[in-house]
């Protein structure tokens, strides 16, 4: 089998230091493959946030790696890491980030903007996603003449423009009603069914939950359950033990390996994208 798509090994956030310490994931070690659909699932604020967080490179770990495709984050400098997220990831978050604006469309090009892809180029493909997200009459439309469901699709679209294997979605649902909801997740199924995308979804639902094959369970910073059928090696269970792959390593020697290096954005853009250097503009490896 190859490598995960994603993988971690002893993964460790901890925020704030001294008496504001706190510690958000205790040593996480999981591998995600390619084309799975994958739901993180467990109470308000058992760190899954921060967890997808670290999965998408929007952020850096305190200690532990984080591989893609075998290869630890920490080995790449910042600006392949840059590259890395904008060419492999889309983003889709509960609070939406829409520039209100902007149209429709502006939004949706902005990733492609940052890449340098030139203006035509840029409108052909941001009508592109809109048209396959049934959006584009709304192309001309400010974000904020949008109700919530058309907004999410904007999102999405803005999420599917630079063509990512791997779509992060932090509560997509959460604010959206319940039959909005099941569009929206016909969507991100659809496009994990027809695209093989890897879809990693952060949500409170069951129902959004049980539609993915596999669930991850947090609680307190710590992977309580995988039903994958993978053993879950979270916190003091599984640090200083062999990779469950046994053979296969991430990280090389330094299994407390220093932090990975990001290029140090936070995630409060909500896209992911904007500021990126290094990217090739070139957003037609759909998977
Ligand atoms: N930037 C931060 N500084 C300090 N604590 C944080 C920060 N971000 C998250 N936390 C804390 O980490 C824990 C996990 O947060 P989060 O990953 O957002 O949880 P979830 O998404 O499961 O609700 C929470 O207790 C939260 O308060
Ligand atoms: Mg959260």
Redesign the pocket.
């Known amino acids: 089998m190859s490598a995960p798509v994603l993988e971690t090994e002893n993964l460790v956030k901890v925020?704030?230091r001294g008496e504001s310490r706190?510690d958000?994931l205790k040593g996480l070690t999981f591998g995600i493959q390619q084309g799975e659909s994958v739901a993180i699932v467990?109470?308000?604020?058992?760190?899954?946030?921060?967890?997808m967080h670290l999965l998408a490179l929007l952020d850096e770990p305190t200690a532990g790696v984080v591989a893609m495709n075998g290869r630890p984050v920490s080995q790449l400098k910042p600006a392949q890491v840059s590259e890395l997220r904008n060419d492999t990831f889309g983003f889709v978050f509960q609070q939406f980030f829409l520039n209100a604006n902007q149209t429709v469309l502006e939004n949706v090009i902005l990733p492609l903007k940052i890449a340098g892809v030139g203006k035509a180029e840029r409108k052909r493909r941001g009508m592109e996603v809109l048209e396959q997200l049934d959006m584009a009459d709304k192309a001309g439309n400010r974000a904020t003449d949008l109700s919530g469901g058309q907004k999410q699709r904007a999102c999405i679209a803005r999420a599917l423009v630079n063509g990512p294997s791997v779509l992060f979605a932090?509560e997509p649902t959460g604010n959206l009603d319940t039959a909005t909801g099941e569009v929206v997740e016909d969507i991100l199924f659809g496009l994990h069914r027809d695209r093989g995308i890897t879809l990693v979804i952060?949500t409170h639902d069951d129902d959004l939950a049980a539609r993915c094959q596999r669930r991850l369970l947090?609680q307190d910073?710590m992977i309580i359950a995988d039903d994958s059928g993978e053993a879950v090696r979270s916190a003091g269970a599984g640090v200083g033990q062999p990779s469950r792959q046994g053979s296969r390593r991430v990280g090389g020697p330094g299994r407390h390996a220093a932090p990975v290096v990001v290029d140090g954005r936070g995630p409060d853009t909500g896209q992911g994208n904007d500021g990126n250097q290094g990217n090739d503009g070139n957003p037609e490896g759909q998977a």
Not at 42 to 51: A, D, N
């Open positions: 925020y704030g706190f958000a467990g109470k308000s604020g058992s760190g899954k946030s921060t967890l932090d952060v947090m910073g």
